[in-house]
DNA sequence: GTCTATATCCAGATAGAC
DNA sequence: GTCTATCTGGATATAGAC
């Protein structure tokens, strides 16, 4: 190494690029993000960012597959499918919860791709739903929650409750009336959560009316 | 009106600009929407638009007013107040189940506002916000449904739920084994979604474990 | 009110020096 | 690997005839 260089790290100027990408990708989606943009923001030039990743599209699907593999492993929780009902319930519900609050970007990504009409889904997704969703058939059989719901739609509740109490988060903390600091209002919405779906999946009589 | 002009309406001709525009910023967002495309699709041209609106974020901002004044008195449905909560829970659930199936263009242009950062409520959202939870709360005070969970939480769980059903529709469909026709398993989650909110809001004992 | 023609700008992408 | 300079296309927007 005779000469060293100036800034010559292939993976390092990657790297850059992608972090910086997939912050704007995320704010503004793909077609309100400009290679300009990126370039300012990642300190980097136009060109080389081409150079680097082909197209605007092949930083865009370079991001996805970072954030894929970034969340590879430790993406969803992996709850033992042999503890009892409510324990799974309470875990789940919270791990939900938790994966929507932390993974803003990756979740904004998602839906501007949902919205673009993207509608394959992210690898490993469908496994995911496939083995919570065995749980509750599981479940359903030896009796611990109720056997008149499908699957999928109990998934759906959960997770739908939870995504959407963090994609209008601040409008509903806007109209939190005894709202304390932020994090009272979620940590309750959580609880009640919890507390609505253990009931609400109940096998027992106790119907409202 | 000695010479009968052409087309020379201005009412008629916003209104097939709107109409076209509405479709394309629903189904394409705002910058992914260009002024030629909606010009092509409503058949009249580009700098007739500008005339019209200014500029293009003037046709967005009235696309938006007209489907606020669209929907502005008969957006959600209105329930008696006076109802058994039982009654009640069963039309609010079919209400917002209906609603996101009967406005996907409304929905997918407020998704896109969501997502460029665009966090104020629509008009008179608040309003029904409000209405229901003063539902809820009266109907807690009344003991027909559990006290201990904030109505803003219940209003969300509800929505949430039917919200991200039809968000992700295709999705779920996609992965319903034993799926009919769609109708078949629209009609099921709602009817388990009813089912699901009943027990899970009603006040006895009765909780898993 | 509506059009054609056009100005102006900014995007993504390439060439080629270093 | 990285840059500067530049090409090309498509975007919004304007001028001005009809």
Redesign the pocket.
């Known amino acids: 190494m005779s000469k060293e260089?100036?800034?010559?790290?292939?993976?390092?100027?990657?790297a850059v690029i992608l972090e910086a990408a997939e912050k704007l990708f995320a704010e503004k989606g793909f077609?309100g993000?400009?290679?300009?943009?990126?370039?300012e923001k990642a300190?980097?030039?136009?060109?080389?960012?081409?150079?680097?990743?082909?197209?605007?599209?092949?930083?865009y699907e370079a991001v996805k597959a970072a954030i894929m593999e970034r969340y590879a492993g430790s993406k969803r929780p992996v709850l033992d499918v042999g503890i009892p009902a409510s324990e799974f319930l309470r875990e789940f519900v919270e791990a939900m919860f938790a994966f929507y609050r932390d993974n803003p970007s990756m979740l904004r990504l998602s839906k501007w791709d949902n919205l673009a009409g993207e509608q394959d889904p992210w690898p490993g997704e469908d496994e995911w739903h496939h083995m919570y969703e065995e749980y509750f058939l599981q479940a359903q059989a030896r009796g611990e929650i109720r056997a008149d719901l499908t699957p999928m739609n109990i998934f759906s509740f959960i997770t739908g409750s939870a995504h959407v109490w963090w994609e209008y988060h601040d409008h509903f903390l806007r109209h939190d009336e005894n709202q304390g600091r932020g994090g009272e209002a979620d940590a309750r919405f959580l609880n009640e959560l919890t507390g609505f779906v253990l009931r609400g999946l109940s096998p027992g009589p106790g119907d409202l009316e």
């Open positions: 260089k100036q800034t010559r790290n292939a993976e390092a100027t990657k077609a993000t400009s290679v300009r943009e990126i370039s300190g980097v030039s136009g060109p080389l960012i081409m150079f680097h990743f082909k197209s605007k599209e092949g930083v």
